[in-house]
């Protein structure tokens, strides 16, 4: 494996649990770090080694492979807006790509300017990259392998219930499998439920995609943290798929058969120890990408059309009527 240089901007709870765990246990992997706060940047350090630097500039003077922005979302464009000016290789970026209001109420303009962000990393030829780990799931794996070796036909109908502490995610993985959104209604409660940047009224909306599916989903930060997450229902013209928390249960079940076949944790496994191996499988496909110089297993442009199908739901639901997400929200 060849040596890899990985900068590290922003030093929170996100970095310290569940990225530098696995990277400081790769020997060929060197870390820096750069905080706001650097004393949390020298608390990583003295846990994971690397080096701490004290300026945009001092870090990216070492040329770093890549660089990995876990600020929270509200700080996330700046950032990666200052490391453009340095013309790095790579950024690699948490989600949702952007929400300077945080993940429970983006905005229309936060898709925009991550627009004008993306492109600029293209026309500076600086390849970008997401963390969506969810599709580093048991259960998104299982089901990868379903669709593609058994025969369920095309997607026909979605449903999606998703506490915001989910929601990006839950909205790459309907995209993820089911192809693009290309309309939307959407209508926001009255009561806004939760706390820090997951507070926010309920939204509600119904969608239509690219292949003619139709669907639904509610997000809301009202359920209980300690109960299931989210539920997803992919009805395909053969087999309802049903996916259940944070990689807990995935069924399925086919029209030609009478039996049901599920897949679900053992006992002595929590939903937090395969929340936190996800992060351990996304890095080590990345880092293979780097190694190997082919893309990245998630292209940061999945994080732009993630955000492009929220900000599309939230003129919907300010506009109370249907929008175009492909028209009102063009990907460059």
Not at 13 to 29: G, K, M
Not at 94 to 104: F, I, N
Not at 145 to 150: C, P, Q, T
Not at 255 to 267: A, C, G, K, V, W
Request: contains cysteine.
């Amino acid at each position: 494996m060849r040596p890899l240089k990985i900068a590290i901007v922003g030093t929170g709870n996100v970095a310290a649990n569940n990225y530098l765990p696995f990277l400081s246990r790769q020997e060929h992997v060197s870390l820096s770090y750069l905080s706001r706060t650097k004393s949390k940047a020298e608390a990583c350090q003295q846990k994971f080694g690397g080096k701490v630097c004290d300026s945009p500039a001092e870090l990216m003077a070492d040329q770093p492979d890549t660089v990995l922005i876990l600020t929270n979302e509200d700080q996330r464009y700046d950032v990666a807006c200052q490391l453009l000016e340095f013309k790095p290789k790579r950024l690699f970026m948490e989600k949702p790509l952007h929400a300077r209001l945080g993940q429970a109420q983006v905005t229309e303009n936060d898709f925009f300017e991550a627009r004008e962000l993306m492109r600029k990393a293209e026309q500076q030829g600086v390849e970008t990259a997401m963390m969506f780990n969810y599709r580093f799931f048991e259960v998104s794996a299982k089901l990868r392998e379903v669709l593609a070796g058994r025969d369920t036909g095309p997607l026909r109908q979605a449903t999606l219930y998703v506490n915001y502490a989910c929601w990006s995610h839950c909205l790459d993985l309907l995209q993820h499998f089911g192809g693009d959104v290309t309309t939307v209604q959407a209508l926001n409660g009255t009561v806004s439920y939760g706390s820090g940047r997951q507070q926010g009224p309920d939204l509600a909306a119904a969608f239509l995609m690219a292949n003619g599916a139709t669907g639904t989903v509610l997000g809301t930060s009202g359920s209980a943290f300690k109960l299931s997450l989210y539920h997803l229902i992919l009805n395909f013209e053969h087999a309802m798929i049903v996916i259940d928390d944070l990689d807990s249960r995935l069924e399925v079940n086919f029209d030609n058969t009478n039996y049901r076949e599920s897949y679900s944790l053992l006992p002595n496994f929590s939903r937090w120890n395969q929340y936190s191996s996800s992060f351990e499988k996304a890095l080590a496909a990345y880092l293979q990408s780097l190694e190997q110089n082919v893309p990245p297993p998630v292209p940061g442009r999945a994080g732009l059309a993630e955000l492009q199908l929220e900000a599309a739901l939230r003129r919907s639901a300010r506009l109370q009527a249907a929008v175009n997400v492909q028209q009102d929200f063009p990907m460059p």
